[in-house]
């Protein structure tokens, strides 16, 4: 049986997201936002809680991890040089290493940028990635400790995952994000649908993930810091891939 996905709302726009393996009965939490709507997830599905993945260290990704801990006995693993800053970590991963949890196995990313520790979960076999808040749909996280050229590599690490892999995000961020986009690539037919798309979502209430990975390099301009379309858009034809993507999120910063 295939592995299974479940994502709900946490806080004001937060995903929690619960990854299941039917074949040991073990369910991981990516992330913990806040417990009470994990825990009640998990319930839900009648599945337990015997894992959570952390992806960094914000509180709005870990504040919940103490309460589900004392509830299920959860097994925290975080990124080792990150752990310091993570509450109640019980095993650590490296970037370039494996994450394990039930039969399943990820690998982990090194995704610095939003924080320096930040790693991100690729399932291969599943065809899943958790990218916490380094990958967004049409965006992508603001550079709260690491250096442009820092996001900008991991992106193109993500980027170069095969196209049918599914892609959960930390926050729906999507409608703010495709506006932007519109506004930087607007010539863009498959981002004009896609986000057509993402405000129909909206408006019915509906959340606009899981995507793909070859849905975001088609419409997602911080995946195309490299493409010369976007270098042209913004006037800066012949500038280093890492400058191109640094006046984006500086403008999406502002938008």
């Known amino acids: 049986m295939a592995a299974a996905v479940h994502m709900f709302t946490c806080l ?52 919940g991890i103490e309460a589900v801990k004392a509830a299920t ?32 196995e990820a690998d982990v990313i090194d995704t610095p940028g939003h924080t320096v520790g930040h790693i991100a979960y690729h399932f291969a076999a599943e065809k899943l990635l958790f990218a916490g808040d380094t990958l967004f749909s049409l965006g992508c996280g603001r550079l709260f400790e690491g250096t442009p050229q820092q996001m900008w590599d991991a992106l193109k690490v993500l980027r170069a995952l095969p196209d049918d892999t599914a892609v959960y995000c930390g926050h729906e961020y999507t409608a703010s994000n495709a506006r932007f986009s519109l506004v930087v690539d607007p010539d863009n037919a498959a981002l004009k649908a896609r986000a057509e798309e993402v405000f129909r979502l909206r408006e019915a209430g509906k959340a606009t993930l899981p995507t793909t990975i070859g849905q975001e390099k088609a419409t997602n301009p911080f995946l195309r810091a490299d493409d010369p379309v976007i270098a042209a858009n913004l006037d800066m034809r012949g500038r280093l891939p890492a400058e191109v993507f640094a006046e984006l999120r500086e403008r999406k910063n502002k938008a």
Do not use: C, M, Y
């Open 12 to 63: 004001s726009d937060n995903f929690g997201v619960l990854l299941h393996d039917p074949a040991t009965g073990a369910t991981a939490a990516i992330d913990v936002p806040e417990a009470e709507p994990v825990l009640a997830a998990a319930k839900e599905k009648g599945w337990t809680i015997s894992h959570v993945l952390v992806t960094h260290h914000h509180p709005d990704h870990v504040q």
């Open 73 to 104: 006995g959860a097994r925290v693993i975080a990124n080792a040089s990150d752990s310091h800053r993570i509450p109640l970590v019980d095993e650590t991963v490296v970037p370039g290493g494996k994450a394990r949890f039930g039969s399943l």
